[in-house]
């Protein structure tokens, strides 16, 4: 054994091993129980009891919400790692959860961008293809039934074009993707949601009953709302692409029966997420594809009294889109070019054809570096995370590039509502809950 000073000043032979046991990491760096204690700082997370002139940690702190941890301590003299110690077992658990649930914001940010490009790119596609297309399999006098639910009614729309369907392989092919990236960014499949099942599941193999709790504010909105957002854009833009080439194709037109109901249902579920959520800019978008639903509608309606109706509820969802671009003009930089295009359609009989703005794609580039900075981690006061750079503490007054709620501040105090997380660590891999 080796006789190594404690952080008190005492040696291994000094120490009353009765009164103030030791703890030994792997490393082989080792303190009294005390002195570890304060190294993890187990009062701020656990509630204290003295039992025979020893503390002992009796119950989790109810301000122990998510992100409010410290990184993972680490062994004083050589910084190694204390992660196998298990008397603190359940706070390097937690910030190792937090630190998963970072991965997992930064992982979002990361796929989501370079789908964004792809869904931007393949829809300015679709206008600028030369071939004169038809549709092939629909014989004049034919009707071109439009009332299904998104996913199925893109294929009825995708066998419509018939020999010529290959013209939407890619966006189809994108639209997988975006699926699956879909599926993965649900509330379901986060770190604190993965947690709660391995745990209710273990505890019904037990036999017991009981719940893992967390604040569910911490539960990542972004993923979700961005991809229902592409998926809208790019769904509506295989049902603007064929209204095209139908009214370009030369001789008969096939006749349209539509009913947009379910889409614009779906429309009204990212409205509400992303009202929710403080998320303008998807705001933004969920008014103008209704506005461009009804517009759809409107050119296609079979009475005169629901054509006035679509045109009258398209108005005014674009005249909402106008109003929080003006009150918002940071976040929603490119949507003004949708909002006209929108416009448009709803005054005149041609409906056009779907075009992103190069506005709109230098946004979406620059999302890229969002979370690439080298300081700390906050979250505004409506949950959306940033960073700080350089020292990492606020010297400047800016707004959340998300919602514009105040956020930064002034030597190094931060303002109202912000949350601190911690600084994310580079290099985690092959994180475990145990």
């Not at 194709?249 to 579920?269: E, H, N, Q, T, Y």
Request: one cysteine or more.
């Amino acid at each position: 054994m080796r006789d190594v000073d404690f952080i008190e000043g005492l040696t291994y032979k000094e120490v009353d091993l009765n009164l103030d046991p030791c703890i030994f990491p792997q490393c082989g760096h080792f303190l009294t129980i005390q002195s570890m204690d304060g190294l993890m700082d187990i009062r701020k997370y656990y509630d204290m009891v003295e039992i025979d002139e020893r503390e002992v940690p009796m119950a989790v702190k109810s301000s122990l919400v998510p992100f409010s941890m410290d990184d993972i301590k680490k062994c004083a003299t050589c910084r190694g790692s204390l992660r196998d110690l298990a008397r603190y077992g359940r706070l390097v658990r937690r910030a190792i959860l937090d630190e998963s649930m970072k991965k997992f914001i930064l992982w979002v940010n990361g796929a989501y961008v370079p789908l964004a490009q792809d869904v931007l790119r393949e829809i300015g596609s679709l206008s600028n293809k030369s071939e004169m297309w038809h549709l092939h399999s629909l014989a004049a006098g034919k009707e071109l039934n439009i009332k299904l639910a998104r996913t199925k009614q893109i294929e009825s729309l995708r066998n419509a074009l018939g020999t010529y369907k290959k013209r939407w392989t890619p966006l189809l092919s994108l639209r997988n993707r975006l699926m699956s990236f879909h599926n993965q960014v649900t509330k379901e499949e986060q770190p604190y949601n993965k947690v709660r099942q391995i745990v209710e599941i273990a505890q019904r193999r037990r036999n017991k009953v009981g719940q893992f709790h967390f604040d569910e504010s911490v539960l990542q909105t972004k993923g979700a709302v961005l991809s229902q957002s592409l998926l809208l854009r790019l769904d509506i833009s295989f049902l603007t692409d064929l209204l095209w080439l139908r009214d370009n194709v030369p001789g008969a037109k096939p006749k349209i029966i539509m009913d947009l109901k379910l889409w614009r249902s779906d429309c009204r579920g990212l409205l509400n997420v992303a009202e929710s959520s403080q998320r303008p800019l998807q705001l933004v978008e969920a008014y103008i594809y209704l506005a461009q639903l009804y517009s759809m509608e409107r050119w296609h309606s079979s009475t005169t009294e629901n054509a006035d109706h679509c045109q009258k509820e398209g108005k005014k969802h674009v005249e909402i889109a106008k109003d929080i671009c003006t009150k918002n003009p940071t976040q929603t930089k490119g949507m003004l070019e949708e909002i006209e295009q929108a416009e448009k359609s709803l005054r005149d009989s041609t409906f056009y054809t779907v075009v992103s703005s190069e506005e709109r794609m230098a946004v979406v580039k620059a999302m890229a570096t969002e979370f690439h900075g080298t300081g700390h981690w906050y979250y505004c006061e409506n949950g959306h995370p940033f960073t700080i750079g350089e020292c990492g503490m606020p010297m400047q007054l800016a707004r959340c590039p998300e919602c514009n709620a105040q956020v930064g501040g002034q030597q190094h105090r931060a303002v109202d509502g912000i949350t601190h997380a911690t600084d994310l660590e580079a290099g985690i891999n092959g994180l475990r809950i145990g």
